[in-house]
DNA sequence: AAATGCCATAACCATAGGGTTATGAATGAT
DNA sequence: ATCATTCATAACCCTATGGTTATGGCATTT
């Protein structure tokens, strides 16, 4: 074995807050929830950055399993995968709840 | 201005993506919130890197708003700070919400 | 067949980032 | 006063990563 601490749930919990940690994918990915499936073409005209790089970032959260991928002739589309944020909200799910279960009694008095 | 899309909240969102994008500083603030408040030391004693890296790692924590410091004489002590989690939480619900509504005739569907 | 359009990959650059050891500033204990 | 403990910062290394331009492979158009 590798590391205990890293199963298969945390290494896709790892990949997808890595994916959703930089705001020009996290836009893409925003702008594919939104509108639905795009080309990589429409991507890189809305993203501000070059094309390879909107390839580069789609192969990235396509490994974090947060889009999927069809090819049609020369285009690509991409779209936002369906239960695809589920390991991130699950882990949010269980931290967070200690988390207010832990601060319920101080509800209110921090802003 | 400077970039139009990234306002002071998703700067905040952005800050704790990021911070929550590093496996180490997850377990500490994993940690932090079954544990309660602990002082560096503790800290630095189950998360298996060296000590300066810990005071590294909780400084960035301390900076996307996740946790919160208390000095006491030579110790210091972090703990979990109450709503922390809310802006990304907000930005799932708001996405996540996109997300399941563009969705939901498919769900089961895929798995 | 040739030209054009769409995309992924490669090569490259600069910076950010995780890790270490060394050090210094405070505080607490002797 | 001295010694020990706790922590943050600095200096350093190496890898990861966001960005670019250049290139080549296919598909579509002409």
Redesign the pocket.
């Known amino acids: 074995m590798t590391k205990i601490l890293q199963d298969d749930r945390s290494a896709t919990i790892d990949a997808q807050f ?1 994916a959703l ?5 996290r836009a893409l990915l925003e702008h594919l929830v939104r509108e639905g499936e795009q ?4 991507l ?1 005209a809305i993203s ?13 959260l396509k490994r974090a399993e947060l889009v999927t ?1 069809r ?7 991409y779209a936002a995968r369906a239960k695809g944020l589920a390991p991130v909200v699950q882990w949010m799910a269980v931290y967070g709840a200690l988390w207010s279960q832990r601060f319920t009694a101080l509800e209110g008095i921090e802003a």
């Open positions: 890595k940690s930089d705001g020009t994918r080309s990589v073409h429409a890189t501000g950055v070059s094309q390879p790089m909107v390839s580069r970032h789609m192969a990235k991928v090819r049609a002739g020369r285009e690509t589309f």
